[in-house]
């Protein structure tokens, strides 16, 4: 199976930073990698699919890019909506395995 | 607006099976992939499975074969999961969750609607 490293597993930040989490696959994957924010208690939302496409709805200042074996997720500003934990998940085959997740909170 | 509702909250014993469903609405149910994901606590999201319902196929994950089975009701727009033979480890909240491909597409295994999840409680 692809084994997905997500880094860091937590991150401290305060409203209006730019803030990158990185998601690595242990072997290349082309542009199979998604993105999803999650809040306590409620279902993972999509944010970027493909890698780096915006899903409908979600904010610009969230941005994906990344191909083959290192990808990242930027928020360009946090926004106090924006703390919560995020998921990288490959898409590329069976099983389609998500990381084990960045908390980010409030500094 | 596309919704997935999903049956309540379980307590099982262990080595018995329960079923969760997840009723569709809002969109046309037969034409996208459905596939159930499921999270321990604290854990990142796990892949269990999915269905393809106009192709009429299932596909599961390796860990999980033989042990689950998912299925579809079209009539009444909806996904049911069944896991078998249950374990403590398989206490975990269970998500339906419809793939972002889009109608009649082959799925891509990213996933843009979600149920709200079941929390199913393996203990004796």
């Known amino acids: 199976d692809i084994q997905m490293s997500q880094s860091p597993s937590s991150l401290s930040a305060s409203v209006g930073d730019r803030v990158t989490i990185t998601c690595r696959a242990s072997q290349t994957i082309s542009n199979y990698l998604n993105w999803y924010q999650q809040k306590p208690g409620r279902a993972p939302k999509l944010l970027i699919y493909?890698?780096?496409s915006l899903h409908s709805g979600v904010p610009s200042r969230f941005s994906g890019s990344g191909s083959g074996t290192d990808f990242t997720l930027t928020i360009s500003s946090l926004q106090p909506e924006d703390f919560a934990t995020y998921f990288c998940?490959?898409?590329?085959?069976?099983?389609?395995?998500f990381g084990q997740g960045t908390r980010l909170e409030i500094k | 607006q596309v919704q997935l509702e999903q049956s309540g909250a379980e307590v099982k014993k262990p080595g018995s099976s329960v079923k969760v469903s997840c009723k569709t609405s809002g969109g046309t149910f037969n034409t996208y992939g459905i596939s159930w994901v499921r999270q321990a606590p604290g854990q990142g999201p796990e892949w269990m499975g999915g269905?393809?319902?106009?192709?009429?196929?299932?596909h599961y994950a390796q860990k999980f074969q033989g042990r689950v089975t998912i299925t579809t009701d079209e009539s009444t727009s909806t996904a049911y999961m069944e896991l078998r033979s249950l374990r403590s480890e398989d206490t975990a909240v269970y998500y339906c969750?419809?793939?972002?491909?889009?109608?009649?597409?082959?799925?891509?295994?990213?996933?843009?609607?979600w149920g709200q999840g079941t929390l199913v409680t393996v203990s004796s």
């Open positions: 969750a419809r793939d972002g491909a889009g109608s009649y597409q082959p799925p891509q295994y990213y996933f843009d609607y």
């Open positions: 269905i393809i319902p106009f192709f009429g196929t299932t």
């Open positions: 998940q490959l898409s590329y085959r069976s099983p389609y395995t």
């Open positions: 493909a890698a780096s």
